[in-house]
């Protein structure tokens, strides 16, 4: 299938890989399917593309490599509409702020959206603000992880 977008152009995305939000997000209820795109330049930022709103892209980023040790409860309620039956079915990635100035790069770790990625549904929750920041600094993690990716690329390991 071919999606245009605003950001990246057109581009080609294998249909059964969109996801489903049933409510849409918080601010964009409208959309309700998106695309997950990997896309080099911007890694490890990935965008979460709406499919029926060129204009909709959403940079992501997944919390582990933002904050290793995040966690956090999901409610029975938010798994079974998920239709999640495993772990392993569930992916989580946090929208990333990128302003003008790239030192001030910020994610949003207090609503982290999950993905079934098995049954391509997908659900943003909200927690309480005790928790999780907002406007969490994000440019030094992103930079220290790329920078360990470029560093290991072409490495050959030894057994």
């Known amino acids: 299938m071919i999606l245009k977008t605003a950001r990246f152009g057109e581009i080609d995305i294998d249909e059964k890989k969109i996801i489903s939000f049933p409510q849409g997000l918080p601010g964009l209820e409208q959309a309700k399917r998106f ?9 490890p930022i990935n965008w979460l593309q709406a499919v029926d ?20 409860n999901i409610s029975d309620a938010d798994t079974g509409e998920l239709a999640v039956s495993k772990r392993d079915d569930l992916h989580i990635v946090n929208v990333v702020v990128i302003p003008d100035k790239l030192e001030d790069m910020t994610v949003n770790l207090a609503a982290p959206i999950l993905i079934n990625i098995r049954m391509n549904l997908g659900k943003q929750i909200i927690f309480d603000r005790k928790n999780y920041q907002i406007k969490y600094p994000a440019f030094e993690p ?7 990716v470029q560093a290991n690329a072409g490495a050959v390991k030894e057994n």
């Open 142 to 148: 992103i930079c220290k992880y790329f920078k360990e």
């Open 53 to 72: 709103d060129a204009d909709i892209s959403l940079p992501v980023v997944e919390p582990f490599l933002i904050m290793a040790d995040y966690e956090f």
């Open 35 to 43: 695309a997950l795109i990997h896309h080099e330049k911007t890694f």
